[in-house]
């Protein structure tokens, strides 16, 4: 199985506080994506990086902020929580983009009372 | 948007017995690929097929890819109680040289396979 460590694995907070996810990969890709999975819309891209302090927006950015300042570390933050930000968020890593597999964490799991 | 759209939503079968799952999408890809979602864990990469290829097989799985009409089939055959899980298609759409892995996933089908 391909590095890929996602903390914490589960999460409840209330609405209006921050919140970080981390990934962590031990690969070395230089690719890395976040993921939120939601009944009914199955995967959809948040934020994706292509190196580190290069980053750029998915389809559903709104609210959501990453970083990556180092190539093993992707960082996804939530600014300010919102109920309809419940969901599992999943990291992903590729070693060269779309041409290849994508690798992902067992995700996590963030509930937001 | 999702691009894949996948069909049935659920399927349910016996063990030996083989599980077919369509993708759609709806705009040029590069490439399109299968994933498998256990219960509670992370997405597996099943299978890559390019847009210029039209069969691949690997193992137990058989992948087609239509670009003319725009879909995809996944074939597992001889199905076996471990294949119980949910499938995803996902496509990467970015035109030109580089391309970044957005990929732009189905719904999924579940898929059951009773003992």
């Known amino acids: 199985d391909a590095g890929i460590t996602q903390s914490p694995r589960h999460k409840v907070t209330e609405t209006g506080t921050p919140v970080t996810l981390r990934c962590h990969q031990t690969?070395?890709?230089?690719?890395m994506y976040w993921y939120r999975q939601d009944p009914g819309h199955g995967l959809r891209l948040i934020h994706y990086s292509y190196g580190v302090k290069d980053t750029d927006k998915g389809e559903v950015s709104d609210g959501y902020s990453v970083s990556r300042s180092k190539t093993e570390d992707f960082l996804l933050t939530l600014e300010s929580a919102t109920s309809s930000q419940t969901s599992v968020y999943f990291c992903a890593i590729s070693e060269s983009g779309g041409r290849q597999p994508q690798h992902f964490g067992d995700g996590t799991r963030l509930s937001i009372l | 948007s999702q691009q894949g759209e996948e069909d049935p939503q659920a399927l349910s079968i016996q063990e030996g017995e083989n599980a077919t799952m369509n993708c759609s999408y709806k705009t040029s890809i590069n490439n399109l690929q299968w994933y498998r979602q256990n219960s509670g864990r992370g997405l597996v990469h099943l299978i890559l097929i390019r847009s210029n290829e039209r069969e691949k097989h690997s193992g137990r799985l058989r992948v087609t890819l239509d670009t003319s009409k725009k879909s995809s089939s996944l074939l597992i055959t001889a199905s076996r109680a471990a294949d119980t899980a949910s499938y995803f298609c996902a496509t990467d759409e970015e035109p030109g040289g580089t391309s970044y892995g957005k990929l732009t996933f189905g719904q999924g089908t579940i898929l059951t396979v009773h003992p």
């Open positions: 690969e070395n890709h230089r690719y």
